[in-house]
């Protein structure tokens, strides 16, 4: 969506970003807005943290708006239908192809399950500790390690 549409900028700054925050090991708080590329901070406290960020955010939307870039939304305000156009090599779509088959599927079913497959193993096997916080939700949600 570009910030030169119908949106003005108190549109994007009223919009809700998740922020991770994450603990370092030598102290402190590392903090980022994951849907605003570039858009990070860091505190001493968590506190410190989320006011840094917030000017952070605040600046990005700002600069972004002002320079006619396109502006995210926030990912929990996206739209998603299911589908995308993915190029691959011709021989990697003819061993998917064949693969399928052997399995006695279509193309689309077996991409569906080698990615949730993938995505399954890759949560498995954990995430660095992590402290998500959308504005005015509390900061309770922990990602084990």
Known sequence: MKSTGKNNLAYYLQLKYPVHIVECEEGGYFVKVPDLPGCLSQGETIDEALKNIQEAKELWLESAFEDGAEIPLPADEREYSGKFLV????????????????????LNQYVTVLLAERNAFRVSRGQPKMVEHVADKPRAKYRAG
């Open 87 to 106: 190029r691959l090599p011709v021989s990697l779509h003819e061993r998917l192809v064949e693969e399928a088959e052997r399995e006695g599927v279509s």
